[in-house]
C-alpha cells in the first residue's frame, strides 16, 4: 500500500509542478502570512518580555513546532480540504471502485503544493530556533523532537479526517473543518497555560490542540513540571497522536457506508 501511496504521490506531485510560478507564488504568501503572525507575537513579547513564563524564542519554538506539523498533515492530506466539492460531483465513486483502499485514491488523487510554504516555514523556523532555547539536543532529544512533529500532525489529522467524514452524510463539513482549523491556528502557537482553567481543559480534552505543540515543547524545554496534566502526558503526547489517528481513521470507515454517489 505504502508503495503505491509513494508512486501516485509522486505523479501528483510531478503534475502539479508544471506550474512553477502558482507554486512560487503560493510559497511565498504562505511564508509572508506565518511572518506576520510570528511577528505578532515578538510585538507582544517586546512589551511583555515574557508570555506565560516563556521567552520570545521559546515561543517561537513552539510556533515553529506546530506550523510544521500542520505543515507536514496538510501536504501530504490536502485533498480532505476539497472533499465537499469531490463528493458532490461524485468522484468519490472511482475510488470505491478500485483495487485497495479509497482513502488513499482520495489522497493521491491530487497534491497541492500551496502548503508547502507553510511546511518549508515551519522547518527553517525549528532549525532558527533550536539553537536559541536552552534544550540539550542529544540523540533522544532530538528524535523525540521528530516524534513530536508526527504526533502532532497526526493529531489536528485526526479531528480534519473525523470532520471531513461527515461529508457522507451531510455533503459538506467545511464549516466544521474551517473552524477546528481555525481554533488551531490561533490558539496552538501559545502555551496553553496563559488560558484560563476552562480553557485549558477544552484545548486538552475536549480539542486535544495541546498535544500538537504545547505538551511536547514543554518537556523538551525542561518544563513539564508547569503542565496542568501530568507530566507522564506530556511525554506520551506524540504516542497520543497516534491513538487519535486509529479513532479517526475507524470514525471515517463508519460514515463511510453512508456515502450516496452523486450520480455521475
Not at 506524540?238 to 486509529?246: E, S
Request: aromatic letters at 12%; hydrophobic letters at 55%; proline letters at 4%.
Amino acid at each position: 500500500m505504502f508503495r503505491y501511496w509513494w508512486s501516485a504521490t509522486r505523479a501528483a506531485l510531478r503534475a502539479e509542478a508544471q506550474y512553477r510560478a502558482n507554486f512560487v507564488v503560493s510559497v511565498i504568501a504562505s511564508l509572508c502570512y506565518q511572518g506576520v503572525g510570528l511577528a505578532s507575537i515578538g510585538v507582544v513579547l517586546s512589551t511583555f518580555e515574557t508570555l506565560g513564563g516563556w521567552t520570545l524564542p521559546e515561543v517561537a519554538f513552539l510556533y515553529g513546532l506546530r506550523l510544521t506539523a500542520h505543515g507536514l498533515w496538510v501536504v501530504l492530506f490536502s485533498q480532505l480540504l476539497v472533499i465537499d466539492q469531490i463528493v458532490r460531483e461524485g468522484h468519490f465513486d472511482r475510488f470505491l471502485v478500485r483495487p485497495g483502499n479509497p482513502l488513499v485514491h482520495l489522497m493521491t488523487h491530487r497534491t497541492a503544493l500551496t502548503p508547502v510554504g507553510d511546511l518549508l516555514g515551519g522547518l527553517v523556523l525549528l532549525a532558527v530556533v533550536m539553537t536559541l532555547v536552552p534544550v540539550n539536543w542529544s540523540l533522544l532529544g532530538i528524535l523525540y523532537l521528530i516524534a513530536a512533529v508526527v504526533g502532532g500532525a497526526l493529531t489536528e489529522l485526526s479531528l480534519q479526517l473525523a470532520a471531513s467524514s461527515l461529508t457522507f452524510r451531510t455533503l459538506s463539513s467545511q464549516a466544521l473543518r474551517v473552524t477546528i482549523d481555525t481554533i488551531f491556528g490561533t490558539f496552538g502557537n501559545y502555551p496553553t497555560k496563559i488560558f484560563s482553567a476552562a480553557a485549558r481543559f477544552a484545548l486538552t480534552f475536549l480539542l486535544p490542540l495541546a498535544f500538537v505543540a504545547y505538551l511536547p515543547g514543554a518537556v523538551l524545554l525542561d518544563k513539564a513540571g508547569e503542565l496542568h496534566v501530568p507530566a507522564v502526558v506530556g511525554y506520551a503526547a506524540p504516542a497520543v497522536g497516534v491513538v487519535l489517528f486509529a479513532a479517526a481513521y475507524a470514525v471515517w470507515r463508519r460514515q463511510l457506508r453512508h456515502y450516496q454517489s452523486g450520480g455521475h
